[in-house]
């Protein structure tokens, strides 16, 4: 019961972080970009993608092998000690490295000569992310300080944007303001590390049993970094910075839904990894399959919401100059579902029974196809030629992975209400499509249509008795009627106390 709870509170507290990461660009990206423009928001967003290779090499795969090998000896302290050390050591070498690199192509490519400071700003990524030690505290799921900590620097960061940024040359600071609000919160992350671990060697260490694993991961992110990234970088290349832009407001949007389609997989990588190394599959098996079918609640509405709602979605967010953004998000959207999933069956079940190098295969393929279709597609079609360039290589990513575990998943797949969920998404459209009609600003319009859509597809899907949304319902009606009763008995208490 313990356990159960403990997943509860880490998804209350991952989902609070997601949305967070959800009202932070919501609240200033329409402010920032109206200021800075395509062209301005199109540095940037080069500048983070070009860094992320480097941030790439730095942590060289242990983001998620770091959550998996701490949570199987988290019950060990000095064993856990010796284990971040060991990897602490590797992403410092790492780091060293990315930057020796970094340095020499700032310095010898002529495309980078014009934003010199933005790279070297951004570049901050690189050491910020090395020694925040995510994995860590994932692995000991302390997702309450993760989140505390989180919202701490966002709220920073929001001030200082709307402080800081007033003119379209500001590019350079919404570079490292956007940087201090996704890292910055990293140190604290070092200075508080002594809570679970020592910082006093403990010595036998054995950084070679780590490689082989690490560069599986690394891999992996590599495969994972070029096809989320690559078109970014193509479009640079091959286009203009506004062309960047475009695809950067609606790839921004996807981000976002993103966040909270995985969000739930997020909590559980750590949880699995336990299970396992208990041998308790059944456990492991009915949360993986709650999982995937919270994939197909969630995704699918958002998908479909988002591409009726693209335009205004866009001008929202980012104002009528991004109208070359509508089409690539309407694209992009699918990638909801095809992302959700993957994560459940990459993240969630191919990493915990140690088949990593399966997840490998599938985003090799998927960045290959990728950097074909954005080679042939780009320098026609632009930034929709890269959202396409994108579906295609997250489709190509979730074949390979149902390849390799058909077996094991079918059964979930199965066991999917797929009737009912589309029946529930076409009473939300009928519901809010009228919308449109009306002659309302884009906030309005997005708000009312959202509250019609999303809330018409819930209260049809409980009608319709699906079993996940119920047994949330359930709990979270027995938990204000459990409060609610505590208040009167209280109440009660009080009085007869009184009269007492």
Request: aromatic share 12%; glycine share 6%.
């Amino acid at each position: 019961m313990a356990k159960q709870k403990s997943i509860k509170l880490n998804f209350i507290m991952n989902a609070i972080l997601t949305m967070s990461s959800f009202i932070f660009p919501l609240i200033t990206f329409p402010y920032v970009s109206r200021i800075l423009l395509p062209e301005g928001t199109g540095k940037v967003n080069f500048a983070t993608s070009f860094i992320s290779y480097f941030t790439l090499v730095a942590q060289l795969g242990i983001p998620t092998y770091g959550i998996r090998i701490c949570a199987m000896v988290r019950d060990d302290k000095e064993q856990l000690t010796r284990t971040a050390h060991e990897l602490l050591f590797i992403n410092f070498i790492m780091s060293c490295v990315s930057y020796a690199v970094f340095f020499v192509m700032l310095f010898t490519i002529p495309k980078l000569q014009d934003d010199k400071l933005l790279y070297v700003i951004v570049s901050a990524n690189i050491l910020l992310t090395s020694i925040g030690m995510d994995w860590l505290y994932k692995a000991l799921e302390q997702y309450t300080y993760i989140t505390v900590r989180s919202l701490i620097f966002k709220l920073i960061a929001l001030i200082a944007m709307f402080l800081f940024v007033h003119e379209q040359k500001d590019y350079v600071i919404y570079g490292g303001i956007s940087i201090f609000a996704g890292c910055a919160s990293n140190v604290m992350n070092l200075i508080n590390a002594h809570r679970y671990i020592g910082f006093k060697p403990v010595g036998g260490y054995q950084i070679k049993r780590h490689l082989k694993a690490i560069g599986i991961f690394f891999a992996m992110s590599c495969a994972t970094t070029i096809y989320l990234h690559l078109d970014t970088i193509m479009l640079k290349f091959m286009t203009t910075d506004a062309d960047v832009g475009y695809y950067g407001a609606a790839t921004k949007i996807k981000t976002i839904l993103v966040s909270i389609v995985t969000s739930l997989g997020t909590v559980l990588l750590p949880r699995v990894s336990y299970y396992i190394k208990r041998k308790e599959m059944d456990a492991f098996r009915g949360v993986t399959k709650k999982a995937l079918n919270f994939v197909f609640l969630i995704a699918l509405p958002l998908t479909v919401y988002f591409t009726m709602y693209a335009k205004e979605g866009i001008f929202f967010l980012s104002g009528k100059e991004y109208e070359g953004a509508i089409v690539p998000m309407q694209i992009i959207m699918p990638t909801l579902l095809l992302i959700g999933v993957t994560n459940i069956l990459g993240i969630q079940i191919l990493v915990p029974l140690g088949m990593e190098k399966y997840v490998l295969y599938s985003e090799v393929a998927g960045a290959v196809t990728d950097l074909i279709l954005n080679a042939l597609l780009i320098p026609r079609y632009k930034s929709s030629g890269a959202a396409l360039g994108t579906l295609a290589a997250e489709f190509v990513v979730l074949v390979v992975q149902y390849i390799v575990l058909k077996k094991e998943i079918n059964p979930a797949f199965r066991s999917i209400r797929y009737f009912k969920i589309l029946i529930a998404i076409a009473s939300g459209v009928i519901a809010s499509f009228w919308v449109k009609i009306l002659s309302l600003n884009n906030f309005l319009l997005l708000l009312i249509s959202a509250c019609l859509f999303f809330s018409v597809y819930g209260l049809t899907l409980l009608l319709l008795k699906e079993q996940l949304v119920i047994e949330i319902f359930d709990q979270m009606f027995k938990k204000v009627f459990k409060r609610s009763l505590f208040k009167k008995q209280s109440g009660t208490d009080v009085s007869d106390r009184t009269e007492n």
